[in-house]
């Protein structure tokens, strides 16, 4: 049986990795259109930050439950549900730490000097040799910032994980969740290891991306 | 200038904030200067060429390629153009070395030819030495040679240069230019180069296109359009208080001068040699202010024209006199010429009305305008 901490790692690993492959084409696409309705794709991605974690859940809930249409199809694809389970909790993840990742995406393609693209189109490059040799290295800080903030914040994550995921051990039992259950059950001692774990890894992980970013910081000509 | 298979032809009607673009030219395997005041619309000609814009509709072909054309709907996206453009920003890719800049362009082109091409060009251009080095690293002359490299190495078939060496000292921007020009002969492809500095547009090329508020204006030999104003319009709003009508009598090809004789009267003139014929119409501009004034006739005077008249008018302007002087040649119908002297000439000299004085003007105080 997988332990909370390791199965709170788990679950933010693979929802950071699911993020960047979702997060970066969408990224791209908000810092280079100019689709007018921007402002609104931009809201909605934004609303996660503002909207309290129980109400996500609770939607999340009842779409992945096995009257929501996503969970009917979900059940009958695969034979169980898609809430209280694992790939519910990453699905659920994936949308609450979505802006985590977008926007330190959008911003660090943003900033690229668009003059440098320019230069990498004239010399025949094609847009995808233009992204990867030219857009993404240097919007790597910031890409590595949103690849890390959306782990950390998953890593935290209490109220959606409650709600989608129950508190079945082994199986949707993160680390935040068993602290919860822990203090419940006045096992302080439980607690604050676990309590203290997240804190260290949490500090780590944003000690690791500043000093990164410091180091990779390049002075435009 | 050999005529060449890849000529630039461009037709490009656009509408900006604040005028519209219309412009239509073509140039051959030469350097032609786009002349003009910032915000003429030079730059926007060439971001329609490069494709970073496309016209309201237009073509622009080079050699057989169509690059643009709104009636067929072509529109080459710009990585497919083999345009080289250089603005006045190198804008080198920061987070490469000064060798992978260079050699962005040949990433499709098999190893060892690659190194060789860039191995040249970083040669070519003197930064060999700085090919493991960042941008950062190196002087802005330096990052404008990069850049340069990095575009000629892909050989391009048209060059854009938007005023790439304003930043530069003097003695870096000619080096620089020299190489440019030097690379242009060798691969006889067109060269656009803009500026908005006169004296750069005189001495880069034989041939300027001289924008204003989106349309070229004039299309030539600098020394044409910068020594002699575009029409007579023009000349009156510059300052060339006399213009006046002519005939050429005499070219004196060996000398650079011209004679040209006053339309209606007997009056010669000595000019500068124009593209006229003996017996053709001309048309002269004269500042005022370039008009000497004596009082008896002057001796051992390199200036070959001298005129003999009578002041019909003095008047006082503010901080000069403008004189009107009529000239004839002995009894012939007379011309009138304003002159402009200070005020403490005309105490000196004690001019008069009706006074006979000698009007001095050196050759090359005279212009052409457009007929």
Redo the contacts between chains.
Sequence with gaps: MISPLLLSLKLALVTSCLLFVVGLPLAWWLAFTGFRLRFLVESVIALPIVLPPTVLGFYLLLEFGSRGLLGASWERFTGHTLAFSFEGLVLGSVIYSLPFAVQPFTAALAAV?R??L?????????SW?TFW??TF??AFPGIVTGFALSFAHTLGEFGVVLMLGGNIAGRTQTASIAIYDNVQMLDYQAAARQSITLLGISLVLLVAINALNRKRN???? | MSPSSAALSVEIHLPLPWFQLECSFRADSEVVVLFGASGAGKTSVLDCI?G?RAPQHGRIALGERTLFCSERGVNL?????????L?Q???????LSVRQNVE??L??QPRPERAARVGSILERFGIAELAASR??AISGGE?QRVALA??LV?EPQLLLLDEPLTALDLRLKSLLLEAIFDWQREHAVPLLYVTHEQAEAYSLSRRVLVMEMGHVVADGEPRQIFSAPFSREQAALSGYENILDAVVEETHSALGTMTCRVAGTALLLESPLANKAAGEAACLALRAGDILVATGRPSGISARNLLSGRIRVIEDRAGMVELRVRCAAGDGPETEFRVHITRGALQNLDLETGQAVWLIIKTHSIQFLRN
Excluded at chain 1, 218 to 221: E, F, G, I, N, V
Excluded at chain 2, 89 to 95: E, Y
């Design positions: 000097d003059r440098l320019a230069s990498s189109a004239s010399l025949g490059a094609s040799r040799r030219i290295p240097l390049w002075r435009l000509p | 490069a970073f996206p710009v990585r497919q153009r083999h345009i080289g453009y603005s920003q190198p804008a080198l890719f920061p987070h962005y362009g990433l499709d941008p950062a990052q990095r575009t892909c």
